[in-house]
């Protein structure tokens, strides 16, 4: 009997172990995208349209223009081509953690500070 708990405990960590999330990346390089977010106790959504190397974003009436380098097939930088601030000249490390059918989590931060937030993307398109 004594043997059969540590044998269980084995084969829960060895299962476990093994699981690795569903990261098919490359489905989710272009196409037009929807995120929603909680700022001040509200919701709210962006939507946005990444083809290539350049990603428009549409957030509350106002479209803005980003380009896009994809470090490798997960993870790229995303910059503001006319930034308005000193704010929005930073760029934004983007890396996706997981993908599912139509949708993607992820996480980001500004490139080289160690802050990271984490969001999910519905693809719409």
């Known amino acids: 009997m004594k043997k059969a708990v540590p044998f269980s405990v084995f084969i829960i960590f060895t299962l476990h172990s093994c699981y690795q999330p569903q990261r098919d990346c490359t489905a989710f390089k272009n196409g037009e995208f929807s995120f929603t977010t909680t700022i001040n ?3 709210r959504t962006t939507t946005f349209i990444r083809k290539d190397a350049v990603e428009i974003d549409f957030y509350e009436g106002v479209a803005d223009t980003s380009s896009v380098r ?10 503001k081509i006319n930034p308005r601030n000193k704010a929005e000249e930073k760029s934004i490390h983007m890396k996706i953690l997981s993908t599912a059918e139509d949708s993607y989590t992820f996480e980001y931060g500004i490139v080289g500070e160690n802050k990271k937030s984490t969001g999910t993307a519905l693809k719409i398109n």
């Open 70 to 79: 994809w470090i490798n097939d997960c993870e790229y930088i995303v910059k």
């Open 41 to 43: 106790g509200e919701k």
